[in-house]
């Protein structure tokens, strides 16, 4: 109960660990490769954290082994695949949440209505990525996408986006009505490249939580 107007500050909710090497099982990787035959590659990981980069909020028990977190490498390819006249672009590589599960209520679902920010604990290159977010909608290819640069290439960092910021999208393109993000309907979130800037890439990242509280925002470039 709130005292005077006043009450403890709601809890971050927690959307994706890979401190737990199993977080790996529910995951999904999409290239141009098994969409349509492109020649990108990619794939996700867990590897345990060195004992110099362990999370600052990381508390170790007696015999516990140490955490993990996701590394996301591969190749960008731009050549197009043969015998395919209808595909004219190629070269993007990204991973996503498996599709969420059931309950007796329906499909699982992330309310984020309450928070204020979309929070990414991660480490990365210079490529161009996007924080990719998936709603419970008729159209599954709409994303909800956000550019995620690396203020300190190479080294760890949190990023804090406003889910105001993010835009909708159709296939990497923005769509001119934007209309409200339900973000009490996120069923997958997940970081991808569509830049189509050949050569290889690695992002590593901890965790995603939705959360009230932040320490910086990143760049707020629009989407090409």
């Given amino acids: 109960m709130a005292v005077g107007g006043l009450g403890s500050p709601m809890k971050d909710l927690e959307i994706h660990s890979f401190r737990n090497p199993d977080s790996i ?6 290239t141009d490769r098994d969409s349509f035959g492109g020649f990108s590659t990619a794939k996700l990981e867990a590897v345990p954290f060195p004992a110099n ?32 006249p209808d595909i004219e672009r190629s070269g993007f590589a990204a991973w996503r949440m498996a599709d969420p599960g059931w309950s007796l209520l329906g499909k699982a679902l ?21 924080v990719n977010v998936q ?17 300190t290439p190479g080294r760890w960092e ?19 009505s934007q ?7 996120i069923t997958t979130v ?26 910086k925002i990143i760049d707020e470039d629009d989407l090409d």
Avoid at 140 to 149: M, S
Avoid at 190 to 213: E, K, M, Q, S, V
């Fill in 25 to 30: 099982s529910r995951t999904k990787l999409i």
């Fill in 53 to 84: 980069e362990l999370p600052p909020d990381y508390q170790a028990a007696h015999n516990q082994p140490p955490p993990h977190y996701g590394k996301f490498t591969g190749n960008i390819n731009i050549d197009l695949p043969p015998n395919r």
């Fill in 110 to 130: 992330y309310n984020c209505e309450p928070y204020a920010f979309l929070a990414l604990r991660f480490k990365a290159d210079n490529s161009r990525y996007f």
């Fill in 135 to 151: 709603v419970d909608s008729f159209v599954a290819t709409d994303l909800y996408q956000h550019r995620l640069f690396a203020n």
């Fill in 158 to 176: 949190t990023v804090y986006i406003p889910f105001t910021e993010f835009v909708k999208t159709h296939m990497g393109r923005v769509l001119k």
């Fill in 179 to 185: 209309g409200y993000f339900p973000k009490n309907l």
């Fill in 190 to 215: 997940g970081l991808g490249l569509i830049d189509r800037i050949p050569g290889p890439f690695g992002l590593c990242i901890d965790r995603i939580w939705a959360t009230n509280h932040r320490e």
